[in-house]
DNA sequence: AAGTCGACGTAC
DNA sequence: GACGTACGTCGACTTC
């Protein structure tokens, strides 16, 4: 059988030039790229082929040009470097004897591809030898693929799929999701070649994928869905075509003859040494640098990938905006006057840190009008920046505009820069509407909050991205270094989209009487009562912190040798996938417990479960529990202790949980340990400082008692106005039992019910939580429902009207609505119901510490100097105070605490005081 | 180097 | 499939 090989010379010239150091002949020459080319044809004439080409690509545009414009729009133009060498290549290639094919129009990848199917077709052996993975689509019985470089050879579906994890007929779907940015042929976002034939083994082809695109989850499948449109262009352009008419068949092909003495002269001038050795008879082997080595070379710019335009939803207000830069004191002037006399204005600052508490303004912007919005740069310092308004002085013009709080204000989440404004010795009143939490009131469970998504999904409008201005990752630049140009047309932007967010927004909330009340008397009051919190602090015992992580430390390394012991060889603690591998792999331990993706679990229910059959899940659950509270506590806090402050200021995200709590985070005060020993001692770091102390204030049991009231269960009511332990009343209830005769098992069991219940919990998981049966689980609850038939009603209840309008509401007319009440899965629709039976409790809960923390702060206005309010945790608001404050401060506190609702239940408020947080409970 | 996901565990 | 709402850390994996 003859044999044909095809070589793909555009390739390989550009791997070798890449892929080799940057040689030199002796005359300064570059020489890398031929050397490696001449290399390979070499190795290839070792293997003796009756027919062979070396094809290249010809200059002009080809057919993937007309189908795509921007094909190949991104590539740099050939460096100088390598220009230089194609010619030689070229006499290389000639003058050793191979037949050497451009063909005007069509892409090498395209020739080679024609040729070697119709030499396939003539019953020849056909090789193709490149370094370009998409002629894998070529592998077929009589054509394979190798790499001389990388010495790799493919020439079945095995070898195809062991490298690819595909099949050869599917790598032309696979490249058109991973696309090419060499080409530029935008695939998937963030769709590599794992996830690529991830989906190509789950769904088999490209239409397959792009049929069953919704049922992909997460930011990977949003990009799939956002890329569809241009996948099958996608799969055009990567398919390499095997029909383009050529002039000669593979039969054409056969070797010429070897010019020996022009091979002598060409490598005698490049300096390949060992060829020339090779030339005269010698053997020599292949791989051996015969160059010198030279200069390094220089790099090509890619120039950045072109932006999607978007459709507009409603061209006015998705139109771009006209900005202008505040560079003179007359344009200050003129726009301080339209701030006063607007009706309401937009702000919005810049800054270099996105640490409300350490971040330095940059700048700031305004708007009065939708599409017209100015920035005031500050501060900003590169080379070549034109000078700026001083800072100091223009803020002293701008402070009585911001303090003045008849005059409105706007922002988006304007929380952020009421602090950084403060920090820079301007007092922000009147802040009266933030776009942030207008979307959330609206709709707190749709999406996110920030102004990037509220643009696009209010306005049909595609924002700025700050990593365009400021770039990311380790390339990023600080702000006050974005050239003026760049800043204005982002940060005026923000304050432009800021007001036509509201335009758009604050008829929606006013069309809806409740939704507007607890927008305009909850979220809006709260703002600066949050602000002031944050700023305020906590002070923390960083030594107390430091000698617990040693001591944590200690224990966690003893620990750690007695695993290793009782496992027999050493392994990483915190992998949960060793850990598997070792308990139920190597041990043979049994699986009782799987994650949701089906694997064995190793949390903390599964070793329990198997702790009764080997020592080492008992070490590791001693392990786990001391790391966590090294790593994410004792060591992580002292870390965020503020340098200027010296205290730790959390933030809080007013627009977090769907349910209208506030969430923590930077770091997260919500989730100090409180229910072992070892954890509650972190609270021992959280203190007052000499002559104060901390006060704790929670509401007790208060969501239980919201479910009173919503369920107006006499049963439930009365135990709460008896002011008894509710958990030991349900428990004689249920039980039948008198009070005093109430077990610790009967209460246990009743308050799982009872908190079961609050979170829509089945038979199913009561009975695991007690570890009973199901069927005496589900009788527990048989029996509470009897005992408490307003529960069963008010769930009831709640269902139904999440059913039939697709919401449910707090007692302050709170609404979360619930995307999959009336469809999506069994399983979704289920957890909907769940969903709808705890918010109307979680979120009034939270509405009545809200209306609390407003009140409360209303009343330390005047005493600023002797309490703060330093801590909020869902049912519980941390203040610190002058020691000969507490009594006022604890009669005030609580008292306005419990006001802050009327229920038709008792809202009892419990305190405690300390030195530290851990006393004060 | 940076982003994402899953597993795990802390709080209420 | 089975208990609601959050956030942080870690390892593993993937992309760039």
């Not at 241009?230 to 383009?244: C, E, F, S």
């Not at 770091?667 to 001692?681: A, E, M, S, W, Y």
């Not at 039992?737 to 109430?742: F, T």
Request: charged share 25%; hydrophobic share 40%; proline share 5%.
């Amino acid at each position: 059988m003859s044999r044909l090989v095809l070589i793909d010379g555009s390739s390989y010239l550009f791997r070798a030039f890449h892929a080799l150091p940057p040689l030199t002949n002796a005359a300064g020459e570059p020489t890398g790229a031929l050397f490696g080319v001449v290399n390979m044809l070499r190795s290839t004439l070792k293997d003796k082929p009756d027919y062979v080409a070396f094809v290249l690509d010809a200059s002009g545009p080809t057919f993937r040009d007309a189908m795509y414009p921007q094909y190949k729009a991104n590539r740099p133009p050939m460096p100088e470097e390598l220009r230089a060498q194609v010619q030689p290549m070229r006499q290389i290639v000639e003058a050793l004897g191979f037949p050497l094919l451009c063909v005007e129009g069509v892409e090498a990848d395209d020739v080679i591809g024609t040729l070697a199917v119709q030499a396939a077709q003539q019953g020849m052996d056909v090789t193709i030898s490149t370094g370009d993975k998409d002629f894998a689509q070529l592998v077929r019985p009589g054509i394979a693929l190798i790499n001389t470089m990388s010495g790799s050879r493919m020439d079945s579906v095995e070898t195809v799929m062991e490298k690819f994890g595909v099949r050869p007929d599917q790598i032309v779907d696979f490249l058109a999701l991973m696309g090419d940015t060499v080409d530029n042929v935008p695939g998937v976002e963030k769709c590599g070649p794992k996830t690529a034939a991830k989906w190509l083994g789950e769904y088999g082809t490209l239409d397959a994928i792009m049929a069953g695109a919704d049922g992909i989850k997460g930011k990977i499948g949003e990009n799939l869905r956002a890329a569809l449109p241009r996948l099958p262009l996608n799969r055009d352009l990567v398919t390499i075509k095997t029909d383009v008419a050529l002039e000669g068949g593979p039969d054409t092909l056969a070797m010429r003859e070897r010019h020996v003495e022009q091979l002598r002269e060409l490598y005698a001038r490049y300096g390949f040494h060992q060829a020339l050795k090779e030339l005269d008879g010698g053997a020599a082997p292949a791989g051996v640098a015969e160059t010198e080595p030279g200069r390094a070379r220089g790099t090509g710019r890619v120039s950045a990938p072109s932006s999607r335009a978007t459709e507009a939803v409603d061209p006015a207000l998705s139109a771009p905006g006209e900005y202008e830069t505040i560079l003179e004191p007359a344009q200050l002037l003129a726009w301080i006057a339209r701030l006063q006399a607007a009706d309401e204005f937009a702000f919005d600052s810049e800054t270099n840190s996105l640490d409300p508490m350490q971040a330095d303004l940059v700048g700031l912007s305004f708007s009065v009008e939708p599409g017209k919005a100015a920035y005031l740069p500050l501060a900003h310092d590169y080379p070549g920046a034109p000078a700026q308004l001083d800072r100091r002085l223009t803020l002293q013009q701008l402070a009585p505009l911001f303090a003045d709080a008849g005059k409105k204000k706007l922002g988006q989440h304007g929380k952020y820069d009421l602090h950084v404004l403060r920090r820079h010795g301007v007092d922000v009143h009147g802040y009266r509407d933030d776009t942030m939490l207008e979307s959330f009131v609206l709709n707190s469970g749709s999406g996110r909050h920030d102004m990037d998504s509220l643009a696009k999904r209010c306005l049909g409008y595609e924002t700025i991205k700050y990593e365009q201005v400021a770039g990311k990752g380790a390339k990023q630049i600080p702000f006050s270094q974005v050239a003026l140009d760049d800043a204005t047309r982002y940060a005026a932007e923000d304050a432009d989209i800021t007001l036509r967010l509201h335009r758009v927004q604050a008829p929606r909330l006013a069309a809806e009487a409740g939704l507007e009340q607890v927008y305009r008397d909850i979220e809006m009051p709260l703002v600066p009562v949050l602000a002031s919190i944050e700023a305020n602090g906590v002070s923390v015992d960083v030594d107390e912190l430091r000698r617990q992580s040693a001591d944590l430390s200690k224990r966690m390394l003893a620990a750690q040798q007695q695993a290793t012991e009782l496992a027999g060889r050493s392994f990483n603690l915190d992998s949960p996938k060793q850990l598997q591998a070792l308990l139920f792999d190597e041990l043979k331990l049994p699986v009782l417990v799987k994650t949701p993706t089906g694997q064995p679990s190793t949390n903390e229910e599964a070793l329990e479960a198997i702790a009764d059959q080997h020592e080492l899940p008992r070490v590791i659950l001693e392990y786990r529990g001391l790391a966590k509270l090294r790593s994410t506590y004792t060591d992580k806090l002292p870390d965020m202790v503020n340098a200027q402050t010296g205290r730790v200021h959390t933030s809080y995200h007013q627009a977090g949980a769907a349910t209208g709590r506030l969430s923590s985070t930077d770091p997260n005060l919500q989730n100090i340990p409180i229910r072992t020993d070892d954890g509650r001692r972190i609270r021992r770091a959280f203190i007052a400082p000499p002559g104060r102390k901390l006060v704790a204030c929670d509401y007790s049991q208060i969501e239980l008692r919201i479910m009173a009231h919503l369920s107006e269960d006499p049963g439930l009511v009365r135990a709460f106005e008896s002011g008894a332990d509710v958990h030991k009343a349900t428990a004689a209830e249920v039980f039948g039992r008198k009070l005093e005769d109430v077990t610790g098992n009967e209460r246990r069991a009743a308050k799982a019910i009872n908190f079961g219940l609050m979170y829509g919990m089945s038979a199913f998981g009561l009975a695991r939580q007690l570890g009973i049966a199901r069927g005496e689980a589900q009788d527990y609850i048989a029996l509470y429902f009897s005992r408490y038939p307003g529960v069963r009603d008010f769930m009831e209840r709640t269902r139904q009207q999440a059913r039939e309008r697709g919401y449910v509401e707090t007692v302050f007319g709170r609404r979360l609505y619930l995307e999959y009440i009336n469809q999506g899965t069994q399983a979704q629709r289920a957890g909907a119901e769940r969903a709808a039976i705890n918010a109307p409790m979680q979120g009034t809960a939270a509405d009545i510490i809200k209306r609390a923390m407003i009140s409360v702060d209303a009343w330390l206005a005047d005493h600023r100097e002797r309490a703060l309010m330093i801590l909020q945790v869902h049912d519980e608001l941390v203040f610190e105070v002058d020691a000969d404050f507490v009594p006022t401060l604890l009669d005030q506190a609580t008292g306005l605490m419990s006001a802050a609702a009327q229920l038709s239940v008792p809202l009892v408020v419990d305190s405690g005081v300390g030195q530290n947080w851990d006393e004060a409970h």
